[in-house]
């Protein structure tokens, strides 16, 4: 039988704090994927090269990096287990996004300000990762 302890306050904030996170992340990716060509024609030119040539791939992993990281999410507040696999599928979706920006796109330049909100989404994701396994570990979630 697998014992369960009870979440702390810290849980509790986390996981209320992670599922607005992910719930932005989710109005972020519907944003980019209903874009009409009138809301991208107001963007600077760059932005506008960026949206209308990101391949189809990079598209997909910005759905799974938001979708699995809300359901991740619920399933924390849920503490169910299944939450962790579902953060590491979030994880592989974000860092595939991002190869693509620092990596592979020429559109934009990712300096300066432009790269504080990548990383700092790589660093939310690497961390709920570390943190689900953690509950798990202590039998928060089960």
Same mark, same amino acid.
């Given at each position: 039988?697998?014992?369960?302890?009870?979440?702390?306050?810290?849980?509790?904030?986390?996981? !209320?704090?992670?599922?607005? @996170?992910?719930?932005? +992340? *989710?109005?972020?990716?519907? +944003?980019?994927?209903?874009?009409?060509?009138?809301? !991208?024609?107001?963007?600077?030119?760059?932005?506008?090269?960026?949206?209308?040539?990101?391949?189809? @791939? *990079?598209?997909?992993?910005?759905? $799974?990096?938001?979708?699995? +990281?809300?359901?991740?999410?619920?399933?924390?507040?849920?503490?169910?287990?299944?939450?962790?696999?579902?953060?590491?599928?979030?994880?592989?979706? *974000?860092?595939?996004?991002?190869?693509?920006?620092?990596?592979?796109?020429?559109? $934009?330049?990712?300096?300066?300000?432009?790269? !504080?909100?990548?990383?700092?989404?790589?660093?939310?994701?690497?961390?709920?990762? @570390?943190?689900?396994?953690?509950?798990? %570990?202590?039998?928060? !979630? %089960?």
């Amino acid at each position: 039988m697998t014992e369960t302890n009870k979440p702390t306050t810290v849980f509790w904030v986390v996981s !209320i704090v992670a599922t607005i @996170w992910n719930l932005l +992340g *989710v109005a972020a990716y519907l +944003g980019n994927a209903f874009a009409t060509d009138e809301s !991208i024609a107001a963007l600077p030119q760059a932005d506008q090269d960026y949206m209308t040539n990101m391949p189809a @791939w *990079v598209t997909a992993a910005f759905a $799974i990096g938001v979708w699995f +990281g809300l359901l991740a999410c619920i399933g924390l507040l849920m503490r169910k287990k299944w939450a962790v696999p579902l953060f590491m599928l979030s994880l592989l979706g *974000v860092l595939a996004q991002q190869v693509y920006n620092f990596f592979m796109q020429d559109y $934009i330049d990712l300096s300066g300000s432009r790269m !504080i909100m990548p990383v700092v989404v790589i660093l939310v994701s690497i961390f709920l990762v @570390w943190y689900s396994k953690d509950a798990r %570990t202590k039998g928060i !979630i %089960t």
